[in-house]
C-alpha cells in the first residue's frame, strides 16, 4: 500500500520560513512527478511545485521563496519555504505520480495534509 506522509507545517510569522517533508512508502517514483499542492480557505487547489528526476515547477507566486527538494534515497520530498506571505496560508498536500506524465497532473497519490498558517 502506497503512503504519503506529510509533516513540517505550523504556524509562523510573515517573513518566517517552514520546511514540509513528505516521506514515501509501498513504492518508488524514479521518474514520476513528486509535487506539493495547496488549499487556501475559500480557494480551489492549486499547484505549488512539482520535481522529477531531472525538472522542477513552481507556480509563479512562489518563485524566488519557495525550493523543492528530493531525496530518491529517503523516497522523500521536501518543500522549503522562505519569506512566507500571510496569502500562503493553506493546507499543503503532497502528491505523486503512478507513473510518468505531465507535472501537472496524473497525480494518484496523496498524502492527508499539512496546515501552514502565516500571520501577519
Known amino acids: 500500500q502506497v503512503q504519503l506522509v506529510e509533516s513540517g507545517g505550523g504556524l509562523v510569522q510573515a517573513g518566517g520560513s517552514l520546511r514540509l517533508s513528505c516521506a514515501a512508502s509501498?513504492?518508488?517514483?524514479?521518474?514520476?512527478?513528486m509535487g506539493w499542492f495547496r488549499q487556501g480557505p475559500g480557494k480551489e487547489r492549486e499547484i505549488v511545485a512539482a520535481i522529477n528526476w531531472s525538472r522542477t515547477y513552481y507556480t509563479d507566486s512562489v518563485k524566488g521563496r519557495f525550493t523543492i527538494s528530493r531525496d530518491n534515497a529517503k523516497n522523500t520530498v521536501y518543500l522549503q519555504m522562505n519569506s512566507l506571505k500571510p496569502e500562503d496560508t493553506a493546507v499543503y498536500y503532497c502528491?505523486?505520480?503512478?507513473?510518468?506524465?505531465?507535472?501537472?497532473?496524473?497525480?494518484?497519490?496523496w498524502g492527508q495534509g499539512t496546515q501552514v498558517t502565516v500571520s501577519s
Open positions: 509501498g513504492r518508488t517514483f524514479g521518474w514520476s512527478y
Open positions: 502528491a505523486a505520480q503512478s507513473r510518468p506524465a505531465n507535472y501537472l497532473d496524473g497525480y494518484d497519490y
